[in-house]
């Protein structure tokens, strides 16, 4: 008996100390744990199972704005860091590869013959943000909305001209009209091109091959830069012009003209601006080669998707052909998208126009009924252009700054939304108009230069639309010039809040639903109310105010 109690104890001893760890481990855990384990009895208790997985989701959902915001102010400060110190290195190597920067002390003087050139436009190889975000899904149904609702007005339509005609109307007159006559245009590109190509690079050349032995050096650089300018104004400025309304050319087809125009002086004007300085400061350092660039680097860059020169660009080592045709198709798309929307929401509306009395009524409801409309056209000129279009260029150049705009729809401010909506032309009006009024009479007149840009700008928008419609009714240059000065100013980059951002769109808004409506009706004014002889004055005056008294 004594035995069997001793064997019993020394059992039990050694289970009470097997079991020790696992009563210390028990008690270290959590209650919800321990209760479980408890309760289940070896068994899976899928009801707690699911309520701690749910805790654990509320639990992150909680530290997910805190870690983001951090995660955010850690990037952006490590971003603008980078960028900093690739600016400081572009500069610091902008002296054997930019002979601009000619030393120290020309540097340093107040008037130099150019801007610094650490303060030039850095090109560097990124893509495109609406490129980065459609790799999002949220953002890629977005764009799958645009697809659905392009899809309802070709069903609109078709639905429309069945009940109508009682069958399918599977024509496109008004892109066929709008697009017409368009072998004038292509050889009105082509002699442009081909003289844009000739006259700067060969002016250039000639002036900079004599400037270092000439002993009459600024009237041989006066007559050269009267030359170009000649060509500026006459060549490319009044030739087009007088192609695209001698020969009547309708508007898709006139736009086209008259942007080429404007993109090819840009670019001509940059090769010359970015060139020229280098040639004077290596004629200072009495340097014994001229820095004269290839033509090969010239027909490049009237190619490439910036207005900036560079005698090389960062580039990509391959061109993904599918990507091309993939842009190309949503150009396409993009131009059926928007005859749909002239067809369903603009003829409809604007082809009666002008037998309504023009009155306050009429006008409040046309801005607001062409609101919707003006938005998709802003939509689609965005996407078709400066996101498809210069994309589809610059993966065919292997060109790899991609930068075409920024995230211009989340700006609490007009001069950030006309920094961030084109960055193309942006770049080219900072570092071409504003900086040089600037050099020229001094940094104390930046509201002077700003206005300046301001009114090139809104000449320049102006004279597109005036060319392209055939008539003057500056409606865009008001609003530049007015509305858009005004909220540059108080819309300014101190306003951060989101009831910024939504003013900024309300106001984007009503200006896109002004611009459709007056414009709108001045084109069907025109056509219903014809003037027999007209006068200069007759082209001028608003005709949209008195046509329905003619009819």
């Known amino acids: 008996m004594a035995g069997e109690d001793c064997v019993r104890k020394r059992q039990s001893g050694s289970t009470t100390t097997s079991k020790t760890p696992e009563n210390e481990e028990t008690q270290r855990r959590p209650e919800g744990e321990r209760s479980f384990q408890n309760s289940s009895n070896g068994r899976v208790d899928v009801d707690h199972v699911i309520t701690r997985k749910m805790q654990l989701i509320a639990e992150a959902e909680q530290l997910k704005p805190a870690f983001m915001k951090e995660v955010d102010s850690h990037f952006t400060e490590f971003v603008n860091n980078l960028v900093a110190k690739s600016a400081l290195l572009d500069s610091s190597s902008s002296a054997s590869l930019f002979p601009a920067s000619c030393s120290e002390k020309e540097l340093l003087k107040a ?22 975000l459609f790799e999002v899904s949220h953002i890629r149904t977005i764009y799958h909305m645009f ?70 050096r600024a009237v041989r650089s006066l007559c050269y830069g009267m030359l170009f300018t000649l060509f500026q104004t006459a060549g490319l400025g009044l030739g087009p012009t007088y192609v695209a309304v001698s020969y009547a050319l309708p508007p898709a087809s006139r736009f086209i003209v008259i942007l080429e125009q404007v993109r090819l002086v840009m670019k001509a004007h940059s090769f010359i601006r970015e060139n020229v300085p280098r040639v004077l400061c290596s004629v200072k350092d009495k340097s014994s080669t001229v820095p004269i660039p290839r033509i090969s680097q010239y027909l490049y860059f009237l190619f490439a998707p910036t207005l ?27 131009l059926f998208y928007a005859y749909y929307i002239f067809v369903r929401l603009c003829i409809p509306q604007f082809r009666n126009s002008s037998q309504e009395t023009f009155n306050l009524r009429g006008l ?24 498809c279009w210069l994309n589809a260029f610059a993966e ?70 005036s060319i392209c419609f055939g008539f003057f009714y500056p409606v865009l240059f008001c609003l530049f010039m007015c509305f858009g000065m005004v909220f540059n100013f108080i819309l300014n980059d101190r306003r951060k809040g ?35 002889n007209p006068t200069f004055l007759d082209y001028l005056k608003p005709r949209s105010w008195s046509c329905h008294m003619k009819m």
């Open 111 to 132: 008037k130099t013959l150019r801007a610094p050139p650490e303060h030039g436009k850095v090109f560097t190889a990124r893509r495109s943000l609406l490129d980065e």
């Open 147 to 216: 697809i659905a609702l392009l899809i309802v007005f070709i069903l609109s339509t078709l639905l429309v001209d069945f009940i109508d005609e009682g069958r399918l109307v599977l024509g496109f007159d008004l892109l066929v009209f709008v697009f017409g006559k368009f072998p004038v245009v292509f050889c009105t590109w082509l002699c442009m091109f081909c003289a844009t190509v000739i006259v700067p690079y060969n002016l250039f050349v000639r002036w900079a091959q004599g400037y270092c032995s000439s002993s009459h």
């Open 308 to 334: 900036i020169y560079r005698d090389n660009y960062p580039r990509n080592p391959t061109i993904r052909w599918g990507y091309v045709a993939t842009k190309f198709a949503q150009v396409l798309g993009s």
């Open 364 to 387: 409040v409801l046309c801005i607001f009924n062409s609101i919707l409309p003006g938005v998709l056209i802003l939509f689609l000129v965005f996407f078709a252009f400066l996101h």
């Open 396 to 465: 065919m150049l292997r060109f790899a700054d991609r930068m075409f705009y920024k995230d211009w729809w989340n700006s609490t401010s007009y001069a950030n939304y006309y920094r961030t909506w084109n960055v193309v032309v942006h770049d080219w009006l900072y570092y071409y108009a504003y900086r040089d009024f600037l050099w020229f009479f001094g940094k104390k007149f930046k509201a002077a230069a700003m206005l300046s840009v301001f009114t090139v700008s809104a000449a320049v928008h102006e004279y597109v639309l």
């Open 498 to 532: 989101p009831i910024w951002n939504v003013i900024m769109w309300t106001s984007l808004f009503l200006g896109q639903g002004v611009i459709i409506c007056l414009y709108s009706q001045e084109w069907y004014a025109r056509h219903y109310c014809p003037v027999e």
